[in-house]
Structures are given as C-alpha cells and as structure tokens.
T-cell receptor, first 110, second 113 residues
Framework: QKEVEQNSGPLSVPEGAIASLNCTYS??????FFWYRQYSGKSPELIMS????GDKEDGRFTAQLNKASQYVSLLIRDSQPSDSATYLC??????????FGTGTRLLVSP | GAVVSQHPSWVICKSGTSVKIECRSL??????MFWYRQFPKQSLMLMAT?????????EQGVEKDKFLINHASLTLSTLTVTSAHPEDSSFYIC?????????FGPGTRLTVL
C-alpha cells in the first residue's frame, strides 16, 4: 500500500466550478499535511498546510483534514483555467521528511 | 512564502563529467534542505536530507558517492552529480525548510549526453 494516495485524474471541471481533490495516507502518526501545485515543467509551489482536524480556508482554497479517516482534501472554489496543474498532496511522517502522492492533474476548461 | 533559488536552471553535459547544482535560501536561514529528483510524469522522490554542518542523510537506493551533498552554510546547499550518465538525466529540485514548511527552488533540468 502506498503511503500517500491520490487519484491521478485528470479531473476536469468547467470554469467557475468547485474542484475537489482528495488524498489518503497510511501512517496514522502523521501530523502535518500539505498541498502543492505543480505546473508542467516547473517545481512545486506550496498552497496550503493543515495540521489539525477540520477546515482551513485561504482565499479560494480550502483544505480539509480528517485524521480519523486518514484523508486530506483540497477544494478550489471558482476554478480558473490558470488553476490547471497537478496538485500534490504531501504528508510529514516525522523526521522532517515529506512523502508525496503521485498527484492529481486538474483541467479547468473555459 | 520563503524564496529558494537554484543554479543553474538547466545543464547539458557529456557522460562521465560532474555537475554541481546550488540551492540557496534567499530570505531565511535553513538548517535543513532537501534534494529531490523527478522523472517525467512521476512524482517527487526524496534523494537526501541536507543538514548544515553535518553529513547528509541519503534515502535508500541513492548512492552517496555519486550524489555528493554539501551544506556548508545556513543558506547554501550543493548537490554534485559525479560521473554523470544518461540515466541521471532528470529534474533535480531542492527545498528548504522554514517553520515546518518546505519551499522549493525552481529546479535544475539535467541532460547527460
């Protein structure tokens, strides 16, 4: 079983819709969770970090964490074509190291 | 967020040569930096954790004699790919940690002919 799992997609949504990206992780002791956005040919960019159960909102982005169910999600409201990218879920399993999922490719059509 | 730079952004070299990649934290001090490698259409793979003033910690399967890491100051870590071969061609990305968050450099695309 992979440590961090994401649906590879692509997830296609029309412009203005809500995009919902999901991630599950296997290590119950994980404490820190991150969402990165990666455009093709570029390096990852940190979008959100979340450490406690519940929702965390930042602009059009909302991260949701449920430690009991071991999942993290990212909601993107009012999706824009510029949001089209691969979204990487990352989990800190301890010792500072991040474990990345394989990413979900999001396509936002005008 | 914090700013991390990498140099060079791309490099082409002949098989057998060595290539050095620099990673700098520009607006903060980073006691810990990380080196990742990413092959096309694959996710990031951690190669090593670089700690200022001490030896790097390499992930299983990563040859420490081939991928030399030096973290001589709180703002600079270097990765040297020694005796590079075509299979080392990849996208190398560093990150630096600030307040429990990792910020990535722009990456270095290495092509070994």
């Amino acid at each position: 079983q992979k440590e961090v799992e994401q649906n590879s997609g692509p997830l296609s949504v029309p412009e203005g819709a809500i995009a919902s990206l999901n991630c599950t992780y296997s290590d119950r002791v994980s404490q820190s969770f991150f969402w990165y956005r990666q455009y093709s040919g570029k390096s990852p960019e940190l979008i959100m970090s979340i450490y406690s159960n519940g929702d965390k909102e930042d602009g059009r982005f909302t991260a949701q964490l449920n430690k009991a169910s071991q999942y993290v999600s990212l909601l993107i409201r009012d999706s824009q074509p510029s949001d089209s990218a691969t979204y990487l879920c990352a989990v800190n399993t301890g010792f500072q190291k991040l474990v990345f999922g394989t990413g979900t490719r999001l396509l936002v059509s005008p | 967020g914090a700013v991390v730079s990498q140099h060079p952004s791309w490099v082409i070299c002949k098989s057998g040569t060595s290539v050095k990649i620099e990673c700098r934290s520009l607006d903060f001090q980073a006691t810990t930096m990380f080196w990742y490698r990413q092959f096309p259409k694959q996710s990031l793979m951690l190669m090593a954790t670089s700690n200022e003033g001490s030896k790097a910690t390499y992930e299983q399967g990563v040859e420490k004699d081939k991928f030399l890491i030096n973290h001589a100051s709180l703002t600079l870590s270097t990765l040297t790919v020694t005796s590079a071969h075509p299979e080392d061609s990849s996208f190398y990305i560093c990150s630096a940690e600030e307040v429990n968050e990792q910020f990535f450099g722009p990456g270095t695309r290495l092509t070994v002919l």
